[in-house]
């Protein structure tokens, strides 16, 4: 589905930005770190951020939320409650109990794997793809792969937080990404 400019949001998520920490030289010199925990405990911060995702997917009909481990578990189950909808847990390797499906992906410096349990999709099922974060966008474009592969039809991206100059949103150009608050423009 391609993305929808005209589509607004009424919610004011600006203020957000006040309740994100930003931690310099972590996790490494040079970097600086936006840090959500401060805006997770603001019970308003937290419910804004929400209502926020939802508005903005309340027109589609939506069948399953998938988060991505680990902070998409914070906002995925949220958003599905709000939308009616499933949560599917999105984990590194070797932590699901069941069959998976698995997607390896290229790191900046190697390698990883993304698992999916082979039932938690069903062909034709909508879904939507959630993390905290949207940086260069490698874990995103690998979670659509995974869940494309199950038969979901993807009807778009949710993030907390959009780091423009990185360009991720390049990588993911076929779908509905949104996000709530951009750094870098």
Do not use: W
């Not at 290229?106 to 039932?119: N, P, Q, R, V």
């Amino acid at each position: 589905m391609p993305s929808n400019p005209s589509v607004t949001v009424d919610v004011n998520c600006e203020p957000l930005k006040r309740l994100i920490r930003e931690v310099p030289d972590f996790p490494k010199k040079g970097v600086l770190f936006y840090d959500i925990t401060t805006l997770l405990k603001d019970k308003l911060g937290f419910a804004t951020l929400i209502d926020a995702l939802a508005e903005h997917y309340i027109p589609h009909h939506v069948d399953l939320i998938l988060g991505m481990e680990a902070r998409g578990f914070i906002f995925g189950p949220a958003l599905a409650y709000r939308l009616n909808a499933g949560f599917v847990p999105v984990r590194k390797q070797g932590k699901l109990p069941a069959a998976t499906a698995s997607y390896q992906y290229a790191l900046e410096y190697g390698t990883s794997t993304l698992e999916i349990h082979k039932d938690a999709i069903q062909k034709g099922q909508r879904v939507i793809i959630v993390d905290d974060l949207l940086a260069t966008g490698g874990t995103a474009e690998a979670t659509v792969k995974l869940a494309a592969s199950l038969g979901a039809e993807i009807v778009g991206l949710g993030f907390v937080v959009e780091l423009d100059f990185l360009k991720g949103r390049e990588r993911l150009k076929q779908y509905d990404v949104f996000s709530l608050l951009h750094y870098g423009k």
